[in-house]
């Protein structure tokens, strides 16, 4: 079956900007999570969604959101973009709250300048 | 709040060796406990899993781990390193007792030499 797919793949955005990155989760799988992954700070929770509801949150300023549809793809937006909001960005999805371990996507590589 | 440490920044072993990745977390209950590896520009692959049960667990690509309950470890071996398993390895911990909102270590580069 097919895996967890993000897009874009690579982004390059302007200070200031803001930016959506998408998450299409496994079929079947209602949680999606979305972590940063950076040099400096490794990988960090961002936030999890549940049947279109934000279930878990990190410790993230109020720039980085996320919503999921009904289809159960996920969204995560970044306004105001930083230079530090340089980073890797996963998406993992799991069938419900994670037991049988999440399924991560390749990510989306973001760089702001 | 739960964290987890990975001591060891960078391994470097020979092919056909054995490997042992160490991971300690600090939380109080029995913990969901996971072992990733990331290739380069790659997401996370699950390797294995710790929940309950037997604290020796099996994962994918012959590895191992093994909970440890008094020494708060949960390391990761593999009896034969193949030069494919060069990647970053991450051991994660779940959130207050479950599997979600993951604690990352920060991760373990192993080199594997032939």
């Known amino acids: 079956k097919a895996g967890v797919t993000q897009t874009p793949r690579y982004l390059i955005k302007t200070r200031g900007q803001q930016v959506t990155l998408s998450c299409s989760p496994i079929?079947?799988?209602?949680?999606v999570s979305w972590y940063q992954q950076t040099p400096g700070q490794g990988l960090q929770f961002l936030f999890e969604?549940?049947?279109?509801?934000?279930?878990n949150k990190g410790n993230f300023p109020g720039r980085f959101s996320g919503r999921q549809f009904s289809n159960s793809r996920s969204e995560m937006n970044v306004s105001t973009l930083e230079l530090g909001d340089s980073a890797l960005y996963l998406c993992?999805?799991?069938?419900?709250?994670?037991?049988?371990?999440?399924?991560f996507g390749s990510g989306t590589r973001l760089t702001v300048v | 709040a739960q964290s987890v440490t990975q001591p060891d920044i960078h391994i470097t072993v020979s092919e056909g060796a054995s490997l042992e990745l160490r991971c300690n977390y600090s939380?109080?209950?029995?913990?969901?406990l996971f072992w990733y590896v990331q290739s380069p520009g790659q997401g996370l692959q699950l390797l294995l899993k710790?929940?309950?049960?037997?604290?020796l667990v099996q994962g994918i690509k012959g590895f191992e781990a093994e909970f440890k309950r008094s020494q708060s470890s949960f390391n990761l071996r593999k009896p034969s390193v193949h030069w494919s398993d060069a990647a970053e390895y991450f051991c994660?911990?779940?959130?207050?007792?479950?599997?979600?909102?993951?604690?990352f270590g920060t991760g373990t580069r192993l080199q594997v030499t032939l």
């Open positions: 993992a999805s799991s069938l419900y709250r994670g037991d049988e371990g999440y399924t």
């Open positions: 079929s079947g799988h209602r949680s």
């Open positions: 969604y549940f049947s279109e509801t934000q279930r």
């Open positions: 939380y109080g209950a029995t913990p969901y």
């Open positions: 710790y929940f309950s049960g037997d604290t």
């Open positions: 994660a911990v779940g959130h207050t007792g479950t599997a979600s909102k993951l604690t």
